[in-house]
C-alpha cells in the first residue's frame, strides 16, 4: 500500500534546521525516579538520526496532567538526565521562559527538551494561539508519539498544518504494522481480544468482526459471551446486561463470515487469590460459587490450532486472569504459540496495550512479535477503526 504520510526519508538536507519533534516522554516515576524507560529508548532513533544529519532538535512532550498551569511536579526538567542516559549524549532542558532566545543558541547537532507542553492551557484544546507559539521555534514538525495520535491537540495535531510534517521512525514503524495487521493484511487474520468487561471493548468487536476470519475472545468479556450462549458462569465477572449485544455481535460475525471462539473448557476457582485449590471443567461444568478465572488447557490447545492456519493476527487483552498465578497458563502458552510462528514465517504478529504488553513479557515473547505497540488508548482506538487526528494531520 501506499503511504498517505512522509518520513524522515522525504525531508532532504536539514543541516541547521529547526526541528520540532513530538516524542511522548510520559514516563512512570517512583521515588524521583523513572521506573519504566520504554518510551525514553522509542525516542532514540527518531531523536538521534535527526541531530547527525545537523538539524537543532526540538522535543516536544507532555508529562502527567497539569491542567494548564505550570506545576514543578510535572516538569520534563526531571527526564532530562534520564533522556540523556538512554541518547547516550547532552540533552539541554529549555523552559518556556525565555525559550526562543535559548532555541537561538543552540549549535548544529544540539538536542534540547522543552518543558511539558501541558503547561500551556491551549495544548489540550488545540488552541491556535499555542499552536503558533509552538511553530515559531522550528522550520520542520515530526510527530514520533503514536502513543498520543488520539488527541487532537496542538504538538499532535495542530503543528502539522502550520510546518512541514513528518512522521518519526517510531511512528513510522507502528503505522507499517498496523497497516499490516488490520489496514491491508494477508488472511486468514485472527484477532484476540481479552479483557475483564466487553462494555469497554465493544467497539473493537463490532469493527472487528467485520475485518477478520477468527475472533478469539477471552478475559472477564467471555464469560459475558458464554452466558448469551444459555451458559451458567456462576459467580464469574459478567455483564449480565449486555448479553444482548454480544448476541448482536455473534450474529455480526456469522454475516460477516467471522468465527467467534469462545472457550469450552475453562479454569475455575472458589476465591480469587494467587495459586487457589482450582478445577479444569467443561463450560457447563461450572459451579454456582465458582468463577471462570482462565481458558481451559483443551481450548488453548484448539485456539494453537486456529493460529497456524492464519497469516496475520491483532492481540489486545490477556485470556485469563494473567496477574495472578495459575491463571496466565492460557495467555503465556497462546502467545509462545504466536512467538515461534512469527519466528518461523508464518505469521505476522501485532499486539498492544498496556495489558497486552505486560502479558507478553510475562510469557517472555515480548520482543518475538513482528510488532508490540505501547500506545494504549491509540492502539484501541485504532482497532475501534477511528480516524486518529495525529497521524490524519500527518497524511496530507
Not at 505550570?70 to 533522556?83: A, D, G, M, R, T
Not at 493484511?185 to 476470519?213: F, M, N, Q, R
Not at 504488553?357 to 484501541?380: C, K, Y
Request: net charge negative; proline share 4%.
Amino acid at each position: 500500500m501506499a503511504r498517505t504520510f512522509k518520513t524522515l526519508d522525504d525531508m532532504g538536507d536539514i543541516t541547521g534546521k529547526r526541528v520540532l519533534v513530538r516524542e511522548d516522554l510520559n514516563v512512570p516515576m517512583a521515588d524521583g525516579k523513572v521506573s519504566d524507560d520504554t518510551r525514553l529508548r522509542a525516542a532514540i532513533q527518531t531523536v538521534a538520526e535527526l541531530a547527525d544529519r545537523g538539524a537543532k532538535v526540538l522535543i516536544l512532550a507532555h508529562f502527567g496532567r497539569p491542567k494548564g498551569n505550570p506545576n514543578p511536579e510535572f516538569s520534563l526538567s526531571q527526564v532530562v538526565k534520564p533522556l540523556e542516559q538512554v541518547l547516550g549524549r547532552s540533552v539541554r532542558y529549555i523552559d518556556w521562559e525565555g525559550d526562543a532566545a535559548s532555541v537561538a543558541t543552540l549549535n548544529d547537532g544540539d538536542i534540547a527538551l522543552l518543558e511539558n507542553t501541558r503547561f500551556f492551557g491551549g495544548e489540550e484544546k488545540n488552541d491556535p494561539a499555542v499552536v503558533d507559539r509552538f511553530a515559531a521555534l522550528g522550520d520542520l514538525y515530526v510527530n514520533d508519539a503514536f502513543s498520543a495520535a488520539h488527541r487532537a491537540h496542538a504538538s499532535t495535531e495542530g503543528l502539522a498544518h502550520k510546518l512541514p510534517a513528518f512522521a518519526g521512525r517510531q511512528m513510522e514503524a507502528e503505522l507499517d504494522a498496523l497497516d499490516k495487521a488490520l489496514g491491508n493484511p494477508e488472511h486468514p487474520v485472527a484477532a484476540v481480544v481479552g479483557g475483564a468487561k466487553v462494555s469497554t471493548k465493544l467497539d473493537v468487536l463490532k469493527h472487528l468482526v467485520a475485518k477478520v476470519d477468527h475472533l478469539i475472545i477471552g478475559g472477564g468479556m467471555a464469560n459475558t459471551f458464554l452466558a448469551a450462549r444459555g451458559v451458567d458462569v456462576g459467580k464469574s465477572l459478567c455483564e449480565h446486561d449486555l448479553t444482548g449485544t454480544a448476541e448482536e455481535i455473534m450474529d455480526a460475525a456469522d454475516a460477516a463470515g467471522c468465527t467467534v471462539h469462545l472457550p469450552y473448557d475453562v479454569v475455575v476457582a472458589k476465591e480469587f487469590r494467587a495459586n487457589p485449590p482450582v478445577r479444569t471443567v467443561n463450560v457447563h461444568e461450572v459451579a454456582a460459587d465458582e468463577m471462570i478465572l482462565d481458558v481451559g488447557p483443551a481450548a488453548t490447545e484448539a485456539l494453537a490450532d486456529v493460529l497456524k492456519t492464519c497469516k496475520t493476527l491483532v492481540w489486545n487483552g490477556p485470556l485469563g486472569a494473567f496477574e495472578i498465578p495459575p491463571f496466565d497458563a492460557a495467555t503465556v502458552s497462546l502467545a509462545r504459540t504466536a512467538a515461534a510462528l512469527t519466528k518461523e514465517g508464518q505469521l505476522v504478529s501485532v499486539a498492544g496495550g498496556g495489558d497486552t504488553v505486560a502479558a507478553l513479557n510475562q510469557a517472555g515473547v515480548g520482543g518475538e512479535f513482528s510488532f508490540v505497540s505501547t500506545a494504549g488508548g491509540a492502539f484501541l482506538e485504532w482497532m475501534e477503526g477511528k480516524e486518529l487526528p495525529g497521524v490524519a494531520a500527518l497524511a496530507r
